[in-house]
């Protein structure tokens, strides 16, 4: 269609249909194929490839009515495009949600116990996602830390003696309401493991605003959990709270109230600053896992069903996913600059070309569900973070 923004090229698929959804015979991916050694590095790694399409006679129904249109339809893309999608490696094969449910018993985790001195066992759970958005109650010990306050609140879904005896990984989550999504899914599937603990850091409204906060909890985690027998793992991201408070000409307020951004200085440099100043204190954070998630493609204006966003509407740059790819080459050079001890994750090319599949909720209005995936992504996400923890703890 003329002036839609992307060029998508279509391999011819000769194997039947049914056969997608069948393992692939493929090795698991390493720790460097799961990260990326520049902006433009993950274009060359991937494909999203059709699995299920409601209008072949393989269709696999996984509603309860295949006639009927449901709110879950459209979360998983049926009741929409019509069509399920995997992410596929070249070359390499992801976790899958089974696998990491069996992952402990199937020998994985040898490494904990012989060279860590801790084990990761699953309790009694089933492991299933039945709910992969909504609250995260029996995802081991959780942590979180609101910084929509000036004092930033830790809260624990376990009693202090219990957390103060935790032995294991601690994964830390940093980021916005995109990067709370990746942490729900995570959440839910390690929700029966014990010897994984959950911490989610929130940087809305910015980094420039949320740092004091960040800072201060991580010394807080760090001081408690003092010559205790813990992992850390960080996956840590900032760029769309950012764009949308030093870019945004209807964020101008904000700006000038909180001094974030002057005259002079552009959003870009702005940004630049505050990335910098969040490498720096991570590089000094003790963690056997540092790694940036690249800032997703927010603000697509095509493909998201459900939603009313007139034709006649012009999307100013601050609403583009191009300034957020712009964005993610500043952090991309920021942390090759200063630390190659943290790695880094793609976010961006692997949501570009899936605005078809956004959060779907009863209420769509243009808004947060212009900048937040749907399952398939989140659970792209999710389970790519599972194995780099693995990588990134136990080696390769």
């Known amino acids: 269609a003329s002036g839609f923004p992307l060029m998508i090229r279509v391999d011819p698929v000769h194997e039947p249909a049914s056969s997608l959804t069948e393992d692939t015979g493929k090795q698991w991916c390493t720790l460097s194929q799961l990260t990326e050694s520049s902006p433009q590095s993950a274009l060359y790694k991937g494909r999203w490839r059709v699995i299920d399409n409601v209008a072949h006679s393989s269709h696999n129904q996984i509603t309860p009515d295949g006639t009927m249109v449901t709110l879950d339809g459209y979360r998983i893309g049926l009741n929409s495009v019509g069509v399920r999608m995997m992410y596929e490696y070249k070359g390499c094969e992801l976790i899958h949600i089974r696998e990491i449910l069996s992952v402990i018993s199937d020998g994985m985790d040898e490494c904990f116990p ?9 309790g009694d759970g089933n ?21 929509t306050n000036d004092k930033t609140e830790i809260k624990s879904l376990e009693n202090s003696s219990e957390d103060s005896s935790f032995e294991g990984i601690h994964v830390i989550f940093i980021g916005d309401s995109v990067m709370k999504l ?24 910015g980094i420039h605003l949320t740092m004091p906060n960040i800072t201060s909890t991580l010394n807080k985690i760090r001081r408690e959990e003092q010559g205790a027998n813990i992992k850390r793992a960080i996956l840590f991201n900032t760029g769309l ?19 974030i951004a002057n005259k002079v200085k552009s959003c870009t440099d702005a940004y630049r600053d505050a990335m910098l100043h969040l490498v720096q204190v991570l590089e ?44 993610n080459t500043i952090a991309y050079d920021i942390i090759q600059n200063q630390n190659r001890n943290i790695l880094i994750a793609d976010g961006y090319w692997m949501t570009l070309p899936r605005p078809d599949h956004t959060q779907i909720s009863t209420q769509n209005k243009v808004g947060k569900h212009l900048v937040h995936p749907g399952y398939e992504v989140l659970s792209v996400f999710a389970r790519r973070w599972f194995m780099m923890i693995l990588h990134g703890i136990c080696g390769e």
Request: aromatic content about 12%.
């Open 114 to 122: 012989e060279q860590l001195g801790f084990s990761i066992h699953r």
């Open 127 to 147: 492991g299933s996602l039945d709910d992969t958005s909504g609250d995260q109650t029996g995802a081991g010990k959780k942590r979180t830390a609101n910084s």
């Open 182 to 205: 990746i942490e729900g899914f995570f959440s839910k599937l390690v929700r029966n493991f014990f010897g994984i603990k959950v911490s989610f850091l929130e940087t809305n409204g």
């Open 241 to 259: 709270h950012d764009i949308d408070v030093l870019c945004s000409s209807k964020r101008k307020h904000t700006r000038i109230k909180t001094k």
């Open 284 to 327: 000094d954070y003790p963690a056997e896992l540092k790694v940036f998630q690249s800032t997703t493609a927010g603000w697509q204006k095509y493909g998201n069903y459900g939603f009313s966003w007139s034709a006649k509407e012009m999307q100013p740059m601050s609403r583009s996913p191009h300034l957020a790819h712009h964005f």
